[in-house]
């Protein structure tokens, strides 16, 4: 089976961009839905984290995506679960005429609340 027919997941790709004017010196942020792309995330580990005296569980997975529009500072919602992308996306070249996209994602498990 090609990796590209095995995409059986949606992800919802979320982006923080600038709306608005400036008010007293800060500029206004809005997390909106940039695209929805056909994904498959693949999970990995989780481990604990000592993060300053607080300890919080954080998991990491790899997602391949049909886009190649998917940026580092991007969060990615799958099946409920809002992930951030903390890898440099990476686009995977091959046979198939659509290109595929791959990056490594983490959200927190228990502990501290990672919001998109």
């Known amino acids: 089976m090609a990796l590209a027919a ?9 982006r923080t961009i600038r709306s608005g ?18 994904c498959r995330l693949i999970q990995g580990d989780a481990r604990e984290v000592d993060d300053h005296g607080r300890r919080r ?7 391949v995506a049909r886009t ?11 099946d409920g679960s809002t992930w951030r992308v903390v890898s440099l996306p990476e686009v995977l070249h091959g046979r198939s005429t659509t290109p595929l ?7 927190t498990v228990e502990g501290e609340v990672v919001t998109a």
Do not use: C, K, M
């Not at 095995?6 to 979320?14: F, G, I, K, N």
């Not at 004017?21 to 056909?38: F, K, L, N, Y």
């Not at 569980?57 to 997602?63: K, L, M």
């Open 21 to 38: 004017e400036r008010v007293e010196g800060r500029s206004s942020h809005d997390a909106v839905t940039v695209d929805e792309v056909p």
């Open 68 to 78: 190649t529009d998917l940026r580092a500072s991007d969060t990615v919602e799958i």
């Open 6 to 14: 095995s995409l059986r997941q949606t992800a919802r790709v979320r």
């Open 57 to 63: 569980v954080v998991a990491s997975a790899q997602i």
């Open 101 to 107: 996209t791959t990056a490594t994602l983490q959200r």
